[in-house]
């Protein structure tokens, strides 16, 4: 079999599809269900069919862009993305494996290959949490990580539901069909950015991810007293934000003592109120963002900020309340999938890390009901989710290849 990636074919695809954006070049923003996204939803859709792929959609805007394999009630071996992008993104995220997925069957298809099992490229609906605030939203339906009554809850800033929504958009039918049966999937593999300085740093062409990171995500408001900077005297303070300086710090002290690389604890908003410089702080929202490979771990993070929070509040006279707003599992990669990523490595002589995903991923998801694992290609400086972000053409068909490989592999 000899596997050739259409280069200038597969770069001017990217190209194209960044054109699609309400942001102006480089910058790239595509957010799900805008008329923006449904023209790049459309573009997609013929490519796919000029390669003779069937596609179809679900409920949630899932597409679905099939090759028959010789074996057509063979469980299928998945391979793709998403296509949506946050705002003032890069054009690299998600699209290589989506479009790096199309080229990989489209390689597949020139060298005459035939496979037994049907090959499935997968568009995720809304991967980015920007509309609806909730990240995955395509592949967490498919799995059953979120339930449909749960997703009918979802609303974007706007107050459309994502039922009213999707509807505008042209996907009809039930959120209850939108579950992948299980079996559906023999494998699923991901071709991704690694959205992190590793591999560069490494000189490392590929990355095969044997775990994937989530996070927990957590708000906590603090409430102390305010007053007048100059009249309330210090013994008489009950001061929200020095409780929430105490709070973060703990934080971090929790995430370090774990003894493990893998932890890590991020306070990312801090909103101080009234936020006047002559006046003391009676309000503070913090939120919190913890993540580890291991749940436990992660977990024991979550427990020692509770505990915090109950000392902080005793020793400062303060109101603290922590509120869990996500904490889904990370999920570990498949053998098959990780082993059948590493012999297309070896079979085109190319070394790869074996690495962990630091962000998460529909992978995530479809990891709850199929063997899964992805493949990283170094982006630079580890630079993403801005305009600058950058993969190689080397590096981009070098993922290809080894993805068209593994497809191979998989579904033969
Ligand atoms: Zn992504």
Same mark, same amino acid.
């Given at each position: 079999?000899?596997?050739?990636?259409?280069?200038? &074919?597969?770069?001017?695809?990217?190209?194209?599809?960044?054109?699609?954006?309400?942001?102006?070049?480089?910058?790239?923003?595509?957010?799900?269900?805008?008329?923006?996204?449904?023209?790049?939803?459309?573009?997609?859709?013929?490519?796919?069919?000029?390669? &003779?792929?069937?596609?179809?959609?679900?409920?949630?805007?899932?597409?679905?862009?099939?090759?028959?394999?010789?074996?057509?009630?063979?469980?299928?071996?998945?391979?793709?993305?998403?296509?949506?992008?946050?705002?003032?993104?890069?054009?690299?995220?998600?699209?290589?494996?989506?479009?790096?997925?199309?080229?990989?069957?489209?390689?597949?298809?020139?060298?005459?290959?035939?496979?037994?099992?049907?090959?499935?490229?997968?568009?995720?609906?809304? #991967?980015?949490?920007? *509309?609806? &605030?909730?990240?995955?939203? &395509?592949?967490?339906?498919?799995?059953?990580?979120?339930?449909?009554?749960?997703?009918?809850?979802?609303?974007?800033?706007?107050?459309?539901?994502?039922?009213?929504?999707?509807?505008?958009?042209?996907?009809?039918?039930?959120?209850?069909?939108?579950?992948?049966?299980?079996?559906?999937?023999?494998?699923?593999?991901?071709?991704?950015?690694?959205?992190?300085?590793?591999?560069?740093?490494?000189?490392?062409?590929?990355?095969?991810?044997?775990?994937?990171?989530?996070?927990?995500?957590?708000?906590?408001?603090?409430?102390?007293?305010?007053?007048?900077?100059?009249?309330?005297?210090?013994?008489? *303070?009950?001061?929200?934000?020095?409780?929430?300086?105490?709070?973060?710090?703990?934080?971090?002290?929790?995430?370090?003592?774990?003894?493990?690389?893998?932890?890590?604890?991020?306070?990312?908003?801090?909103?101080?109120?009234?936020?006047?410089?002559?006046?003391?702080?009676?309000?503070?929202?913090?939120?919190?963002?913890?993540?580890?490979?291991?749940?436990?771990?992660?977990?024991?993070?979550?427990?020692?900020?509770?505990?915090?929070?109950?000392?902080?509040?005793?020793?400062?006279?303060?109101?603290?309340?922590?509120?869990?707003?996500?904490?889904?599992?990370?999920?570990?990669?498949?053998?098959?999938?990780? #082993?059948?990523?590493?012999?297309?490595?070896?079979?085109?002589?190319?070394?790869?890390?074996?690495?962990?995903?630091?962000?998460?991923?529909?992978?995530?998801?479809?990891?709850?009901?199929?063997?899964?694992?992805?493949?990283?290609?170094?982006?630079?400086?580890?630079?993403?989710?801005?305009?600058?972000?950058?993969?190689?053409?080397?590096?981009?068909?070098?993922?290809?290849?080894?993805?068209?490989?593994?497809?191979?592999?998989?579904?033969?």
């Amino acid at each position: 079999m000899n596997l050739e990636i259409d280069r200038d &074919g597969l770069l001017s695809e990217i190209e194209t599809l960044a054109a699609f954006s309400d942001a102006e070049a480089p910058a790239v923003t595509r957010i799900v269900f805008t008329a923006t996204d449904l023209k790049a939803r459309a573009w997609l859709k013929g490519r796919c069919e000029q390669s &003779g792929l069937k596609v179809r959609y679900d409920a949630i805007g899932n597409a679905f862009a099939r090759w028959d394999g010789s074996d057509r009630a063979a469980p299928v071996v998945g391979t793709g993305s998403h296509i949506d992008a946050i705002p003032n993104a890069g054009k690299y995220d998600g699209v290589v494996g989506v479009l790096g997925g199309l080229e990989a069957i489209r390689a597949l298809q020139r060298c005459g290959f035939r496979p037994r099992n049907s090959i499935e490229l997968l568009v995720f609906t809304s #991967e980015e949490p920007t *509309r609806f &605030g909730i990240g995955c939203l &395509g592949s967490r339906l498919l799995s059953g990580a979120l339930l449909p009554a749960a997703a009918r809850k979802l609303t974007d800033k706007d107050g459309a539901t994502v039922d009213e929504v999707r509807r505008g958009a042209g996907f009809e039918g039930e959120l209850e069909e939108v579950k992948l049966p299980s079996g559906y999937h023999k494998a699923f593999v991901e071709l991704h950015i690694e959205q992190g300085p590793r591999l560069e740093r490494e000189h490392l062409p590929l990355g095969v991810v044997t775990k994937i990171a989530a996070p927990a995500s957590l708000r906590v408001s603090i409430e102390g007293a305010g007053g007048h900077a100059g009249a309330v005297l210090m013994p008489d *303070r009950r001061d929200a934000l020095c409780a929430a300086a105490e709070l973060i710090l703990a934080i971090e002290n929790a995430a370090r003592s774990t003894g493990a690389i893998d932890t890590v604890a991020t306070v990312g908003i801090c909103e101080v109120f009234p936020g006047a410089v002559n006046s003391i702080p009676s309000q503070v929202r913090l939120s919190v963002d913890i993540r580890d490979t291991d749940l436990r771990r992660r977990d024991d993070v979550i427990q020692a900020l509770d505990t915090a929070c109950r000392a902080i509040s005793a020793k400062r006279q303060v109101s603290v309340r922590s509120e869990l707003l996500n904490a889904d599992a990370p999920g570990d990669c498949a053998p098959i999938v990780i #082993e059948a990523l590493s012999q297309s490595c070896r079979k085109h002589r190319l070394t790869f890390l074996s690495m962990v995903s630091r962000a998460y991923h529909d992978s995530l998801f479809i990891g709850r009901i199929a063997p899964v694992a992805m493949l990283f290609i170094p982006c630079r400086d580890g630079y993403s989710h801005r305009p600058d972000e950058y993969a190689s053409p080397d590096d981009i068909v070098r993922g290809t290849l080894v993805l068209a490989e593994t497809l191979a592999i998989l579904s033969a």
